[in-house]
């Protein structure tokens, strides 16, 4: 049996052949659509919190020089661990939260630990970027912030699943059409007809040469100016974060937007708690178990454990639990903050603590069932609310008055029948 299809024939460098060699054009394959590369986020969020430390030298035993080294890179370290400047920000009553406008303090807050969040944007700060790619400043495909390779790679899925519904009905129209099961009309072959002519004339468009025809030439427009696009984007830090930024770390200072004037620490403690409540409260109403007090008492647990902690409120919960934060992986624990009263002195209050301890079966099984469907474990978190302090003006030793609450973890998982049979 013989083949029709041309063979090539290979010849010495030397000798010279007698009938021309066949030439082929092979066709090329379709470019694969360009693929972003994300940045090394291990690089860029190396730092879990924004804080500069060093490393002691290695201790040696047998040489006794190396403790002396030790203690004199303790005392005299020669790099503070502390930015300088402090990072400053400006409180708002009208959004409750602190404004940071910088940006060496914002790419510092968001890079190292996760801070805050883009008042335009989902929670990177990526508005300004957006805006420059919708003004043609930068490229399609140039620094593309994680919203739009999030939507690209949904479109990419939606693309992919349309193609694969395509497909599986042809075939199964034409397993029908085998079977006797269907009759093909003169509708549906004229319809397949023409989709095998729009693909043929696709794929014999690509083989198709122009032919090269100059043009005279034109003059040349001036060049397009750069486009400066002001970023009116800032940072929000809820009340938590910015007190452990301010009070937990050292690195923020937080001003008054109407005077323009650095709030002292010790006054920080009691004006958040008073913006916990809506409307605000004045300092004399504040009870040991204020909002803010018991969310920070939480936050501040977890973020000493080393976890990342956002707001839950997307998934009715408090706060989120990242192992090293959100471009790295999807929450694993869904935090909720309850009240717990066991001191003896509010067994007499109590009105008072079945009101905030006790919760309706429903309201449970709701938050529970959210976040089973999310591939989030629940954990309750027990707040230990001591009774209120006795002298005045204790509060405002505030590590004092913070070691007075004690948390506890109830982690709450659903039971399914079909799961937990064993």
């Given at each position: ?317 408090d706060y989120l639990l990242y192992n090293r934060g959100p ?96």
């Open positions: 049996m013989t083949s029709s299809a041309p063979s090539i024939t290979i010849t010495p460098a030397d000798s010279t052949p007698t009938h021309p060699a066949p030439t082929f054009t092979l066709p090329t394959p379709p470019a694969a659509p360009a693929r972003y590369k994300k940045p090394n986020y291990n690089v860029v969020h190396a730092l879990p919190l924004p804080l500069t430390t060093v490393p002691l030298p290695p201790l040696i035993p047998h040489n006794p020089l190396s403790l002396l080294h030790i203690i004199i890179a303790y005392l005299f370290p020669g790099t503070t661990s502390h930015p300088s400047p402090l990072h400053v920000g400006a409180f708002h009553a009208s959004t409750r939260a602190i404004h940071v406008t910088d940006p060496q303090s914002i790419k510092a807050f968001w890079e190292h630990g996760f801070f805050g969040k883009g008042s335009l944007s989902r929670s990177e700060p990526t508005w300004v970027i957006r805006k420059r790619r919708a003004l043609g400043v930068i490229g399609q495909n140039e620094a593309l912030t994680s919203e739009e390779v999030t939507m690209r790679r949904r479109e990419e899925r939606k693309e992919f699943k349309r193609e694969r519904a395509r497909a599986e009905k042809e075939r199964r129209e034409k397993q029908l059409a085998e079977e006797g099961k269907i009759v093909r009309g003169p509708d549906d072959d004229q319809e397949k007809e023409q989709r095998d002519s729009a693909a043929a004339a696709s794929s014999s468009s690509k083989s198709i040469t122009f032919a090269t025809v100059e043009l005279p030439p034109r003059r040349r427009s001036p060049e397009r100016p750069v486009v400066e696009v002001e970023d009116l984007e800032h940072l929000q830090l809820t009340l938590e974060e910015s007190f452990f930024l301010s009070f937990g770390l050292g690195v923020l200072q937080i001003k008054d937007s109407k005077t323009d004037e650095i709030i002292p620490q010790k006054d920080l403690l009691s004006m958040f708690r008073c913006q916990s409540y809506f409307p605000p409260r004045t300092p004399d109403m504040l009870q040991p178990d204020d909002p803010f007090l018991l969310n920070y008492v939480v936050y501040h647990h977890f973020r000493s454990l080393g976890w990342v902690v956002k707001s839950g409120i997307k998934f009715a919960v471009v790295f992986t999807h929450a694993e624990f869904a935090i909720l903050v309850l009240p717990a009263y066991s001191h003896p002195y509010w067994d007499h209050d109590r009105v008072r603590k079945e009101e905030r301890e006790k919760k309706p079966w429903h309201w449970l099984h709701c938050i529970n069932r959210v976040s089973s469907q999310v591939k989030k474990t629940l954990i309750l978190v027990y707040v230990e609310v001591p009774p209120p302090l006795e002298k005045t003006g204790a509060e405002d030793n505030v590590p004092k008055m913070l070691a007075r609450y004690k948390v506890r973890e109830v982690a709450l998982r659903r039971w399914l029948v079909s799961r937990n049979r064993d």
